[in-house]
């Protein structure tokens, strides 16, 4: 097992860094830092099916992960998720090779997990000592899990009125929890200062370079899914987008690596009406986005006004000729239901905001209904029984 | 993809049932019937290698598997799950080599995945017109969202105290759900008059060839992930015992095939001490299992006072020298946290009472602690919040 991890590199400026040491956003500009591998040597060395072949998870990526000593990986089985043929709903919607990527299957229930196994992993290899996270909901359920499997002390931030779910899978992992009377903006002050006082690393969306190491995986599994192609469009709820910009970042992989080829899905922003700050930057044209006033949905994947990498998010939209729109709480849950009761995938709102938006996309003309189309759902409804 | 599928045969009184009929228990003796295989040209066909390299889910083992045409799986991507090195609650416990296989990796959250998708598959494939189920918890679950995606109708009977996750996860799924003012044993009984009412094949545990089918296959997993050889010990809650004898039958299987030898594992059976029926037969020498009285715990899927396949049960613990024990749902509660915080599994009570039990198993001396011990958490702690 080896990792071709050669340096980190600031999506804004540019600037590089040493891959060796712990860094969260770059030093230079304060943007994010995505892991860069040297691609050139691992095409030579690593093919499709010899990572087909390896044991099912994440890991079997390895050359394109961020962790040197597989001793290292702090796992609990994550990825390898299903990418489900949808024929029942698809036929419903016209929409001939209709799939869903069942995040669900993961670890903790969302593909929260992902991001988490890799971070978690990371840091463990650099030798960190503690991990903190302001999160309103499933990243924090994460980070708690894959912490205490580590051995490491977790700090969790979370507003007062995050999901039970989420509070409760964080106290019996053992992770220092502290409810914060505000949003998660709020939540993240007070992460911040505290990870500074006692030296622990901020493992904040996109603030730190690894999460969308492992988030990234979504897409070579669906373009492996596919057999090495690409699909028409990908729906995705974005909230601080690790996983739409994980992917798009994925596909600049595989193409170095000669994996695949081909133009690349239009890649589809689903945000709820009540936090879309994405769509509104979208529609207007802007590079980056405001702050959302007042946010407010069931979805709290989806309540983050204020994305970090809200610039990544866009550029990826707009490159790849897809859009971003937002879809109301109630359009969410007729939606979990029409899932589940056609598919019997019980998604999160979330994921059933993409569906949402897919009906709104194929009445739009914006998605050809012949071509592979994905439904991203990125966790479970089990954890929203409360607001379900 | 070729099913090796050849008969079914009574576990009790040994009769012969063709398996392209639809059939529930042995016509002749009212027992449990099982799936039987042409395992001598099977394994001229197939070998481990093979199955590893087959795309995951339960099904790469199609040749010990009931469904002949693909086309009539129903699949959420059921099974490879799994098989967590426990060495943080390893070292605690004094065993060298302790492992979580952990189920909750399933779609709906519990092992009753890997069940329901073997059952409706085939149910599917012999032109079955509809499913019902008497079931106090996550069997219902699972059962409503394979029939959703079968596009067959579900009828689930549950107990009014079940937990609101299954009941919430019947209904998102479109199954006809009725809730009644008794126990699983009185929801039985409305439940095979209404299979007979509108000619629906009742699926409940053990009461159809099935479900046991898609059970095993966790046995062939286990024992796939240790290089092909048996565990010294599997530790499982039982409430029905499907998993139970069902990792039996394929460690028959397998060893039919040629692929494993040796002694095999000893199998320990847990239970709660509110519901112990198993463990009360055990103690006093008994082939069968008198029903609990009043039977009370946390754990749902540990809540079945009168397991129909009682002597099967209690034939698996005694043949390979383990034993039946019961637990306090205090134990349980607390080894929830102690799984948790150590290793990151957020166990369901049931999953937790195998942690619980293998405490008094090695105090007892009853457990090698040099062997690979295997824990059996059936399930997400996630679907037991209001519980916990």
Same mark, same amino acid.
């Given at each position: 097992m080896r990792s071709y991890l050669s340096h980190l590199e600031c999506t804004a400026c540019g600037r590089v860094c040493s891959a060796e040491q712990v860094h969260t956003v770059c030093p230079a500009c304060g943007r994010v830092l995505y892991a860069r591998y040297d691609l050139e040597r691992a095409r030579n060395a690593v093919d499709p099916k010899m990572v087909a072949g390896r044991p099912r998870s994440m890991?079997?990526?390895? #050359?394109v992960l961020p962790v040197r000593d597989p001793r290292n990986i702090v796992s609990l089985g994550e990825g390898d998720t299903p990418l489900l043929p949808a024929p029942r709903l698809g =036929?419903? !919607?016209g929409c001939a090779r209709l799939y869903i990527k069942d995040e669900s299957l993961n670890p903790t229930g969302?593909?929260?997990a992902r991001g988490q196994a890799a971070a978690v992993s990371r840091a463990k290899e650099l030798g960190v000592k503690g991990l903190v996270i302001p999160s309103a909901g499933n990243a924090a359920g994460a980070m708690a899990a894959y912490a205490a499997r580590a051995g490491l002390p977790a700090y969790v931030f979370m507003p007062q009125d995050a999901p039970e779910a989420n509070k409760k899978e964080c106290a019996v992992a053992g992770a220092h929890l502290e409810l914060v009377a505000g949003h998660i903006g709020d939540a %993240?002050?007070?992460?911040?200062?505290?990870? =500074?006082e006692l030296g622990l690393l901020d493992v904040s969306t996109l603030r730190e370079p690894y999460r969308v190491e492992g988030k990234k995986i979504m897409g070579y599994e669906i373009v492996e899914g !596919? %057999?090495?192609?690409?699909? %028409?469009?990908?729906v995705y709820p974005t909230g601080g987008g690790t996983g739409l910009v994980g992917m798009w970042k994925a596909f600049d992989e595989m193409e170095a690596l000669g994996w695949v080829e081909g133009p690349r899905p239009k890649m589809f922003c689903v945000q709820a009406e009540g936090c879309a700050p994405i769509v509104r930057a979208f529609q207007e044209g802007k590079e980056r986005a405001e702050p959302f006033p007042h946010p407010q949905t069931i979805a709290s994947g989806l309540r983050v006004p204020a994305p970090f990498a809200d610039y990544l998010i866009l550029q990826v939209v707009r490159a790849s000729g897809g859009s971003a729109l937002a879809v109301s709480d109630r359009e969410m849950v007729e939606c979990v239901r029409e899932m589940a009761s056609l598919e019997g995938v019980f998604a999160c709102p979330e994921g059933a905001a993409t569906l949402a938006g897919l009906k709104r996309l !194929?009445? #739009?003309g914006r998605i050809n209904p012949d071509e592979p189309i994905i439904l991203l759902n990125t966790g479970s409804g089990l954890k929203y029984l409360d607001v379900l």
């Open positions: 890991w079997r990526w390895w #050359e =036929q419903r !919607l969302t593909f929260k %993240g002050r007070l992460s911040r200062v505290r990870a =500074q !596919l %057999g090495w192609r690409y699909p %028409g469009a990908i !194929l009445a #739009e």
